[in-house]
């Protein structure tokens, strides 16, 4: 069973920037794709990023341009660099890992416990 961690979540005005880190143990890191998505209280899990086993990255419409995804194949981690936070980018933050990154939270079994990402206006 894969285990996922995330953090590095925290409350930050908007405009100011945030650094998330997720850490995945129980796959074969360097050979699948990471993605990061996002669940605001009262609505759906969304995707925000996701980058491929070779490095290729994909991003929602909301956030292209200002959140950038990374992976650290030795320390089998994946980030998430928010920059020019807004208040609508509030929500719980989720990693998961996947033979490619879909943009379907159905697609993945396992979920973490997130991290919270609080933008004050």
């Known amino acids: 069973q894969v285990e996922l961690v995330e953090s590095g979540g925290g409350l930050v005005q908007a405009g100011g920037s945030l650094r998330l880190s997720c850490t995945a143990s129980?796959?074969?890191?360097?050979?699948?794709?990471m993605v990061w998505f996002r669940q605001a209280p009262g609505k759906q899990r969304e995707f925000v990023a996701g980058?491929?086993?070779?490095?290729?990255?994909n991003y929602a419409d909301s956030v292209k341009g200002r959140f950038t995804i990374s992976r650290d194949n030795a320390k089998n981690t994946v980030y998430l660099q928010m920059n020019s936070l807004k208040p609508e980018d509030t929500a719980v933050y989720y990693c998961?890992?996947?033979?490619?990154?879909?943009?379907?939270?159905?697609?993945?079994?396992?979920w973490g416990q997130g991290t919270q990402v609080t933008v004050s206006s």
């Open positions: 129980g796959s074969t890191f360097s050979i699948k794709a």
């Open positions: 998961n890992i996947g033979t490619w990154p879909s943009p379907l939270p159905s697609s993945y079994p396992y």
């Open positions: 980058i491929s086993a070779g490095g290729s990255t």
